[in-house]
């Protein structure tokens, strides 16, 4: 028979597991986002895969606040949850205000290292 004290490390370890996979699941949804949103001609087909890159980088954005909201939520420091949020508040908003430029792809050498 387990005790409570085996049994708590286990559920932290699931609950950082779970944290860093949708954190990285938000950082790939971005890459892919702003990976289709590079184009040189705007033909129908390169318009379309924009279109679908931007709704990638939205919600790669609100998966990336999700895990920036989370880890606030397990007592992080801010500054921490802060670099969690960069990625999307930097390509994200970049994206609402300036999506037809190259602004988002810019951010994406920034906010990536992050």
Same mark, same amino acid.
């Given at each position: 028979?387990?005790?409570?004290r085996?049994?708590r490390?286990?559920?932290?370890?699931?609950l950082l597991?779970?944290?860093a996979?949708?954190?990285?699941?938000?950082l790939?949804?971005l890459g892919?986002?702003?990976?289709?949103t590079?184009?040189f001609?705007?033909?129908?087909?390169?318009?379309?895969?924009a279109r679908?890159?931007d709704?990638?980088?939205?919600?790669?954005?609100?998966?990336?606040?999700?895990?920036?909201?989370?880890?606030r939520?397990m007592?992080?420091?801010?500054?921490?949850? !802060? &670099? =969690? #949020?960069? *990625?999307?508040?930097l390509?994200?908003?970049?994206?609402?205000l300036?999506g037809?430029?190259?602004?988002p792809q810019l951010? !994406? &050498? =920034? #906010?990536? *290292?992050?």
């Open positions: 028979m387990t005790s409570v085996s049994r490390p286990r559920g932290w370890a699931v597991i779970t944290w996979v949708l954190g990285v699941i938000g790939i949804l892919k986002g702003v990976g289709q590079w184009y001609e705007p033909t129908e087909e390169a318009l379309e895969r679908v890159g709704l990638l980088i939205f919600a790669g954005s609100v998966t990336t606040f999700a895990a920036a909201g989370w880890s939520w007592h992080t420091p801010i500054w921490a949850c !802060a &670099l =969690v #949020a960069a *990625p999307a508040f390509i994200g908003g970049l994206t609402l300036f037809g430029s190259l602004f951010a !994406a &050498l =920034v #906010a990536f *290292p992050v």
